[in-house]
């Protein structure tokens, strides 16, 4: 059973960041894609960020893009989400997800596709 765990959450100023991590145990195959996504109370989960478990290949929504950079270290079987130059309306809990099958771009943005989830991280963006 694949089990994704968050950390790194917290509260932070306007312009300041933060690095959210995801500790994947139980597995991941090769071919997976690997996500981020948050949501605000009331709203719908919203994507903003995918890459491949192999080859590294990211895609990103137009809201964070130059802001928000996802990685992964392979050894560690860890996902990384560096936030930087963070904004009021960024607060939100953030969730990381897996799929198996792999994915590129847009492809990368229906969450219903994605079969393992996070419990989630609140980030809180002060001004």
């Known amino acids: 059973q694949v089990q994704l765990v968050e950390s790194g959450g917290g509260l932070v100023q306007v312009g300041g960041s933060l690095r959210l991590s995801c500790v994947v145990s139980?597995?991941?195959?090769?071919?997976?894609?690997m996500g981020w996504f948050r949501q605000i109370p009331g709203r719908e989960r919203e994507f903003f960020a995918t890459i491949r478990w192999i080859g590294g290949t990211t895609y990103y929504a137009d809201s964070v893009k130059g802001r928000f950079t996802i990685s992964r270290d392979n050894a560690k079987n860890t996902l990384y989400l560096q936030m930087d130059n963070l904004k009021p309306e960024d607060t939100a809990v953030y969730s990381c997800a897996a799929r198996g099958g792999g994915c590129t771009g847009d492809r990368c943005t229906d969450e219903r596709t994605y079969d393992y989830w996070g419990q989630g991280t609140q980030v809180t963006v002060s001004s």
């Open positions: 139980g597995g991941i195959f090769s071919s997976s894609s």
